[in-house]
T-cell receptor
Framework: DTEVTQTPKHLVMGMTNKKSLKCEQH?????MYWYKQKAKKPPELMFV???????INESVPSRFSPECPNSSLLNLHLHALQPEDSALYLC??????????????FGPGTRLTVT | GESVGLHLPTLSVQEGDNSIINCAYS??????FIWYKQESGKGPQFIID?????DKRQGQRVTVLLNKTVKHLSLQIAATQPGDSAVYFC??????????FGTGTKLQVIP
């Protein structure tokens, strides 16, 4: 199984809502990532988890809160978002973190619209 | 900081011809380079990678060339097919798991 799954596929939320994005992989990967991708732009790294611990936070606003409950799951909790946060949110995973990067497997993304 | 950029935003290629997508990077400490393909409505898909101790690597119909002297990376696709139509991103890493993506090139295959 070389698949990363993400739910929901689409999400529309108001600026006062609280919602969560979910990501799952069963490849035994110990590094998981959240990226944000705006239209016609490259993915931008938000967070990296290594062995279920947050290792990189790219100065992401606190209205985005990541969580890694176990080695297969990654969540992104959303609260009080702004319309400019509307984007495609991509989850990825890769093998054991350590010195040197390795191939990342991406999920299909969640298309988020903030109204 | 690290930046990765592409020379051309859009590339149109006749079906059956070879495609070459170029990429420049700025961080000389980058030691790992990846090409991703992203089709509309999908997440990026790994195509091929190369480490800085190599200057060429071949896959199925794809070849990546790395020129560290001029900090340049290219992706060659042989016998381009309609299914190759997508946005192609180069990406680089200077270590750990942090990967920086370039701006992307849209490849259009003309039947």
């Amino acid at each position: 199984d070389t698949e990363v799954t993400q739910t929901p596929k689409h999400l529309v939320m108001g600026m006062t809502n609280k919602k969560s994005l979910k990501c799952e992989q069963h490849m035994g990967h110990r590094a998981m990532y959240w990226y944000k991708q705006k239209a016609k732009k490259p993915p931008e790294l938000m967070f990296v988890y290594s062995y279920e611990k947050l290792s990189i936070n790219e100065s992401v606003p606190s209205r985005f809160s990541p969580e890694c409950p176990n080695s297969s799951l990654l969540n992104l909790h959303l609260h009080a978002l702004q319309p400019e946060d509307s984007a495609l949110y991509l989850c990825a995973s890769s093998q054991s973190p350590g010195q040197g990067a390795s191939e990342q497997y991406f999920g299909p993304g969640t298309r988020l619209t903030v109204t | 900081g690290e930046s990765v950029g592409l020379h051309l935003p859009t590339l149109s290629v006749q079906e059956g011809d070879n495609s070459i997508i170029n990429c420049a990077y700025s961080n000389s400490a980058s030691d790992y380079f990846i090409w991703y393909k992203q089709e509309s409505g999908k997440g990026p898909q790994f195509i091929i990678d190369i480490r800085s101790n190599m200057d060429k690597r071949q896959g199925q119909r794809v070849t990546v060339l790395l020129n560290k002297t001029v900090k340049h990376l290219s992706l060659q696709i042989a016998a381009t097919q309609p299914g190759d139509s997508a946005v192609y991103f180069c990406a680089s890493s200077g270590g750990y798991q942090k990967v920086t993506f370039g701006t992307g090139t849209k490849l259009q295959v003309i039947p």
